[in-house]
Protein backbone atom coordinates (compact mmCIF):
# COMPACT_ATOMS: atom_id res chain seq x y z
CA UNK A 1 0.00 0.00 0.00
CA UNK A 2 1.29 3.33 -1.00
CA UNK A 3 1.77 6.22 1.76
CA UNK A 4 -0.60 8.21 0.23
CA UNK A 5 -3.23 5.68 0.71
CA UNK A 6 -2.33 5.45 4.52
CA UNK A 7 -2.34 8.88 4.98
CA UNK A 8 -5.75 9.48 2.99
CA UNK A 9 -7.08 6.56 4.87
CA UNK A 10 -6.27 7.51 8.35
CA UNK A 11 -7.32 10.86 7.72
CA UNK A 12 -10.51 9.89 6.04
CA UNK A 13 -11.07 7.88 9.58
CA UNK A 14 -10.05 10.22 11.67
CA UNK A 15 -12.26 12.59 10.57
CA UNK A 16 -15.13 10.69 10.44
CA UNK A 17 -14.74 10.03 14.04
CA UNK A 18 -14.12 13.21 14.81
CA UNK A 19 -17.76 14.31 12.91
CA UNK A 20 -19.24 11.62 14.65
CA UNK A 21 -18.35 12.24 18.47
CA UNK A 22 -18.80 16.05 17.82
CA UNK A 23 -22.48 15.36 16.56
CA UNK A 24 -23.22 13.05 19.13
CA UNK A 25 -21.81 15.49 21.95
CA UNK A 26 -24.30 18.32 20.60
CA UNK A 27 -26.91 15.71 20.57
CA UNK A 28 -26.52 15.06 24.44
CA UNK A 29 -25.96 18.75 25.05
CA UNK A 30 -29.22 19.31 23.45
CA UNK A 31 -30.83 16.43 25.74
CA UNK A 32 -29.53 18.47 28.71
CA UNK A 33 -31.31 21.11 27.86
CA UNK A 34 -34.63 19.60 26.84
CA UNK A 35 -34.53 18.69 30.68
CA UNK A 36 -34.66 22.19 31.78
CA UNK A 37 -36.62 23.71 29.49
CA UNK A 38 -39.39 24.36 30.99
CA UNK A 39 -40.95 26.91 28.39
CA UNK A 40 -40.49 24.72 25.28
CA UNK A 41 -44.02 23.62 23.90
CA UNK A 42 -44.38 19.67 23.57
CA UNK A 43 -44.17 19.45 19.81
CA UNK A 44 -41.44 21.52 19.64
CA UNK A 45 -39.43 18.81 22.35
CA UNK A 46 -40.89 15.94 21.13
CA UNK A 47 -39.13 16.84 17.28
CA UNK A 48 -36.00 17.62 19.14
CA UNK A 49 -36.04 14.52 20.56
CA UNK A 50 -36.90 12.18 17.41
CA UNK A 51 -33.87 14.82 15.82
CA UNK A 52 -31.32 13.85 19.05
CA UNK A 53 -32.13 9.78 18.02
CA UNK A 54 -31.46 10.37 14.11
CA UNK A 55 -28.42 12.17 15.07
CA UNK A 56 -27.27 10.12 17.37
CA UNK A 57 -28.04 7.24 14.82
CA UNK A 58 -25.99 8.57 12.11
CA UNK A 59 -23.08 9.43 14.23
CA UNK A 60 -23.23 5.41 15.33
CA UNK A 61 -23.16 4.75 11.53
CA UNK A 62 -20.18 7.15 11.00
CA UNK A 63 -18.27 5.89 13.36
CA UNK A 64 -19.21 1.93 12.04
CA UNK A 65 -18.30 3.13 8.54
CA UNK A 66 -14.53 4.56 10.41
CA UNK A 67 -14.15 1.21 11.95
CA UNK A 68 -14.98 -0.60 8.57
CA UNK A 69 -12.97 1.43 6.51
CA UNK A 70 -9.72 0.89 9.38
CA UNK A 71 -10.15 -2.53 9.24
CA UNK A 72 -9.89 -2.21 5.39
CA UNK A 73 -6.67 -0.54 5.74
CA UNK A 74 -5.05 -2.31 8.23
CA UNK A 75 -6.34 -6.26 7.42
CA UNK A 76 -7.55 -6.02 3.72
CA UNK A 77 -5.30 -3.86 1.68
CA UNK A 78 -2.06 -5.81 1.81
CA UNK A 79 -3.68 -9.25 0.46
CA UNK A 80 -5.74 -7.47 -2.01
CA UNK A 81 -2.74 -6.09 -3.12
CA UNK A 82 -1.25 -9.17 -3.72
CA UNK A 83 -4.42 -10.79 -5.40
CA UNK A 84 -4.38 -7.91 -7.82
CA UNK A 85 -1.25 -8.42 -8.93
CA UNK A 86 -1.88 -12.32 -9.19
CA UNK A 87 -4.71 -11.77 -11.58
CA UNK A 88 -2.86 -9.22 -13.66
CA UNK A 89 0.49 -11.21 -14.09
CA UNK A 90 -2.03 -14.57 -14.54
CA UNK A 91 -4.40 -13.12 -16.88
CA UNK A 92 -4.18 -13.84 -20.45
CA UNK A 93 -6.36 -12.81 -23.47
CA UNK A 94 -7.84 -15.75 -23.68
CA UNK A 95 -7.71 -17.72 -20.21
CA UNK A 96 -9.06 -16.47 -16.94
CA UNK A 97 -5.99 -17.31 -13.97
CA UNK A 98 -7.23 -20.41 -11.64
CA UNK A 99 -8.31 -18.70 -8.09
CA UNK A 100 -7.20 -21.66 -5.38
CA UNK A 101 -9.96 -21.79 -2.60
CA UNK A 102 -8.02 -19.32 -0.15
CA UNK A 103 -8.15 -16.53 -3.16
CA UNK A 104 -11.68 -17.15 -3.89
CA UNK A 105 -12.69 -16.88 -0.08
CA UNK A 106 -10.72 -13.48 0.23
CA UNK A 107 -12.31 -12.12 -3.11
CA UNK A 108 -15.55 -13.22 -1.10
CA UNK A 109 -14.64 -11.16 1.74
CA UNK A 110 -13.52 -8.42 0.37
CA UNK A 111 -16.73 -7.90 -1.89
CA UNK A 112 -18.95 -8.31 1.31
CA UNK A 113 -16.71 -6.09 2.98
CA UNK A 114 -17.24 -3.24 0.21
CA UNK A 115 -20.73 -3.77 0.25
CA UNK A 116 -20.93 -3.52 3.84
CA UNK A 117 -19.47 -0.18 3.58
CA UNK A 118 -21.63 0.79 0.57
CA UNK A 119 -24.69 -0.04 2.38
CA UNK A 120 -23.99 1.98 5.79
CA UNK A 121 -22.92 4.90 3.33
CA UNK A 122 -26.50 4.46 2.47
CA UNK A 123 -27.79 4.35 5.64
CA UNK A 124 -26.19 7.74 6.21
CA UNK A 125 -27.04 8.90 3.54
CA UNK A 126 -30.66 8.05 3.98
CA UNK A 127 -30.59 9.23 7.79
CA UNK A 128 -29.44 12.06 6.57
CA UNK A 129 -32.22 12.65 4.39
CA UNK A 130 -34.86 11.71 6.68
CA UNK A 131 -33.94 14.39 8.99
CA UNK A 132 -33.61 16.75 6.30
CA UNK A 133 -36.84 16.23 5.55
CA UNK A 134 -38.39 16.07 8.85
CA UNK A 135 -36.72 19.64 9.71
CA UNK A 136 -38.52 21.22 6.78
CA UNK A 137 -41.81 19.76 7.57
CA UNK A 138 -41.35 20.72 11.29
CA UNK A 139 -39.94 24.54 10.23
CA UNK A 140 -43.21 24.26 7.24
CA UNK A 141 -45.84 23.80 10.72
CA UNK A 142 -44.05 26.75 12.79
CA UNK A 143 -44.00 29.12 10.10
CA UNK A 144 -47.70 28.10 9.32
CA UNK A 145 -48.32 28.69 13.21
CA UNK A 146 -46.67 31.87 13.20
CA UNK A 147 -48.19 33.12 9.89
CA UNK A 148 -51.72 32.01 11.31
CA UNK A 149 -51.04 33.85 14.95
CA UNK A 150 -49.81 37.02 13.27
CA UNK A 151 -53.46 37.03 11.55
CA UNK A 152 -55.03 36.50 14.22
CA UNK A 153 -53.60 39.06 16.48
CA UNK A 154 -54.07 42.04 13.36
CA UNK A 155 -57.29 40.45 13.29
CA UNK A 156 -57.92 41.25 16.67
CA UNK A 157 -55.95 44.97 16.43
CA UNK A 158 -58.67 45.90 13.32
CA UNK A 159 -61.76 44.79 15.46
CA UNK A 160 -60.14 47.11 18.65
CA UNK A 161 -59.55 50.05 15.77
CA UNK A 162 -62.69 49.73 14.01
CA UNK A 163 -64.15 50.01 17.49
CA UNK A 164 -62.86 53.15 18.60
CA UNK A 165 -63.65 54.78 15.41
CA UNK A 166 -67.19 53.95 15.54
CA UNK A 167 -66.90 55.88 19.29
CA UNK A 168 -66.58 52.57 21.21
CA UNK A 169 -63.87 52.16 23.71
Known amino acids: ?3 TQVIFGTLLVVVL ?17 LRVAEEMG ?8 RQVRR ?9 LLAIMLGGMMLFLEGPAQEFTEFISEARTPDLEPV ?9 ATYTLWIIGL ?14 F ?16 DRRAMIE ?4 RLRQRRNGHP
Open 99 to 107: LTPDQRRFR
Open 118 to 131: LLILLAILATAGVD
Open 42 to 49: LEERHYLQ
Open 1 to 3: MHW
Open 17 to 33: LALAGYYAWRQVMTIRG
Open 133 to 148: LATRRFGRRQLRRIQS
Open 156 to 159: RQVA
Open 55 to 63: RLFGSLLMV
